[in-house]
């Protein structure tokens, strides 16, 4: 068990439709990556959030959007479904300190997932 | 933009033999971590590798970095079936963005 918590484990909704992903991080963790993983994509990065402010983006599509919040849980908003969106979401977190962040390294510890299935 | 390719795809075992799977990438960085993910499960993190010639071990599982050749190295010593597991290496730059790139992981199967 890493320390990061995640709900729901499954989540089961049709195309067009909107969702939210939630990730509890563990505790002391100001760090939270969202990652998405298919089986044609692989493991991408989404975005990451620092103490709640966005610190990076990567393949995420203008439909998904997230937040962290002051007590560091973070949302991942999905909407207007597709079926290619049906995938397992992994939120990650990771040490607390600025050298942690900008000089050391950055061992991520993922949370159990949410499994999206578009039908 | 970075980019990390583990080779091969998939790799079947046969139990008590060794074996040695790779993760090439392809930009400079000294930073490097491995982990384990179970069918339909997260991801565990087995290793952090964070300098060249680093070399971290544990149970039958050995990790190397080599940061000249780009090359990290995960030996599997007298395989056994409870390492049948699909193994991730991922590369961070330091910095900010500080997101990790993951390959595409290599599953092993350990069979009897």
């Known amino acids: 068990d890493s320390g990061v918590t995640q709900t729901p484990k499954h989540l089961i909704t049709a195309t067009g439709q909107r969702v939210t992903l939630r990730c509890s991080p563990r505790s002391g963790d100001l760090s939270v990556y969202w990652y998405q993983q298919s089986l044609d994509q692989g493991l991408q990065f989404l975005i990451h959030y620092y103490n709640g402010e966005e610190r990076a983006k990567g393949n995420i599509l203008e439909r998904f959007s997230a937040q962290q919040f002051p007590d560091l849980h973070s949302e991942l908003n999905l909407s207007s479904l597709e079926l290619g969106d049906s995938a397992l979401y992994f939120c990650?977190?990771?040490?607390?300190?600025?050298?942690?962040?900008?000089?050391?390294?950055?061992?991520?510890?993922f949370g159990p997932g949410t499994r999206l299935t578009v039908l | 933009e970075l980019k990390v390719e583990q080779n091969p795809l998939f790799l079947s075992m046969q139990e008590g033999k060794n074996y040695t799977i790779y993760c090439n990438y392809s930009t400079t960085s000294d930073r490097l971590y491995w982990y384990r993910q179970d069918p339909g499960k997260s991801l565990e993190s087995l290793f952090v590798?964070?300098?060249?010639?680093a070399v971290k071990q544990e149970g039958r599982l050995m990790a190397s970095l080599d940061t000249k050749a780009r090359l990290s190295t995960l030996h599997i010593t007298a395989a056994v079936h409870d390492l049948s597991a699909t193994y991730f290496c991922a590369v961070d730059k330091p910095g900010a963005n500080s997101k990790l790139t993951f390959g595409k992981g290599i599953t092993l199967s350990v069979r009897p």
């Open positions: 990650a977190s990771s040490t607390p300190s600025g050298r942690a962040l900008y000089g050391s390294y950055n061992e991520q510890f």
């Open positions: 590798l964070l300098s060249n010639g």
